[in-house]
């Protein structure tokens, strides 16, 4: 449990760093996704999800600890 509320932290870290240091970008990026077609939106968040994954697992096979 302690470690979802540790990712959760983080993650809740770096999106207010960016609304903090880039609040227009934020927004223009927002509007782009809005014009995307939603299977194209789906694609996008396929893809994070993944590098996600892969991030975690690289981080696990250099030696971090969940």
């Known amino acids: 449990m302690a470690t979802v509320v540790l990712a959760l932290g983080l993650v809740m870290i770096v ?3 960016v609304w903090v ?3 227009s970008l934020v927004e ?3 509007e782009a996704l809005r014009d ?3 299977a194209q939106r789906r694609q996008v968040g396929a893809l994070v999800l993944v590098t996600g994954f892969l ?3 690289g981080a696990h096979q ?3 600890t969940l």
Request: proline fraction near 11%.
């Open 62 to 64: 250099l030696g971090a």
């Open 15 to 17: 999106e207010g760093l």
């Open 21 to 23: 240091l880039a609040p």
């Open 55 to 57: 991030l975690l697992w």
């Open 36 to 38: 995307m077609p939603e």
């Open 28 to 30: 223009r990026l927002l």
